[in-house]
């Protein structure tokens, strides 16, 4: 398990010095964008409603799998939006950036990963509580300039953070195999996962049984595409300013 979350620990750097999305495509107009936001607020209000929803179901001990199912397909229409946002103001970075510096609204960037508490669920685990700890205190404006200091454009670095964040989802669903491999229960433990809910018999990596060990390593995956989808987001918003 050491080695595995050594990979994951590299996986973190790499997604976080690249943190910009790939660009093309003609200029949205800020309706465009407007409209998009609007759609991401209403599937996250939906989001968070079926995920209660769902644990209500689950701690009734019902059937759950039709919620399941919708929680699932909201989250996959969250990433498509959130996608789609980072790639307009990614590609208007790229073109202002040929352009020269233009002055824009930086301060509605966010600077760190901080406000992604909340999506990342506390465990008591001591290294998932350094990897949240480490994520949540991600200085991107640092990593942006580490990224500029290797040599590297905005359009490249929007194109190798584009396939980090797609790493990252495939990464997810390999955490996914794991459980269903060696969990008596796989479709419990996702579920307890999905919703933070899920509890570990050790603060230690090392005394964990191999159900949970799968797990952990699900937690950590689900850390890192969460990150660093956000991180594509706000380093593009970012960059703008530059």
Same mark, same amino acid.
């Given at each position: 398990m050491g080695s595995s979350f050594l990979s994951i620990r590299r996986f973190v750097a790499l997604a976080a010095i690249y943190g910009v999305f790939a660009a093309s495509g003609p200029t949205l107009a800020s309706d465009d964008e407007a409209r998009i936001d609007g759609e991401i607020s209403r599937v996250e209000r939906d989001l968070e409603f079926s995920r209660t929803m769902e644990q209500m179901v689950i701690a009734a001990r019902k059937d759950a799998s039709a919620l399941r199912f919708q929680r699932?397909?909201?989250?996959?229409?969250?990433?498509?939006? &959130?996608?789609?946002k980072a790639e307009l103001i990614a590609q208007r970075a790229v073109q202002q950036?040929?352009? *020269?510096?233009? +002055?824009? !609204?930086s301060n509605a960037c966010k600077t760190s990963l901080?406000?992604?508490?909340?999506?990342?669920?506390?465990? &008591?685990?001591?290294?998932?509580?350094?990897?949240?700890?480490?994520?949540?205190?991600?200085?991107?404006? *640092?990593?942006? +300039?580490? !990224?500029?200091?290797?040599?590297l454009s905005t359009a490249q670095a929007a194109s190798m953070s584009l396939q980090a964040a797609n790493n990252a989802d495939d990464e997810v669903r390999k955490g996914v195999n794991c459980i269903r491999n060696f969990a008596s229960s796989p479709e419990s433990v996702i579920d307890a996962l999905e919703n933070g809910v899920f509890r570990f018999s050790s603060t230690r990596m090392g005394d964990l049984n191999i159900n949970e060990s799968c797990a952990a390593q699900y937690v950590v995956l689900k850390y890192t595409a969460v990150a660093t989808r956000e991180s594509a987001v706000q380093m593009a918003c970012l960059a703008q300013s530059r």
């Open positions: 699932q397909m909201l989250e996959q229409s969250l990433q498509r939006l &959130q996608a789609e950036q040929a352009a *020269g510096p233009v +002055s824009t !609204a901080a406000h992604l508490s909340p999506r990342l669920p506390v465990y &008591q685990v001591d290294q998932l509580q350094q990897v949240r700890s480490a994520i949540l205190a991600e200085d991107l404006n *640092g990593t942006l +300039s580490r !990224a500029r200091s290797q040599g």
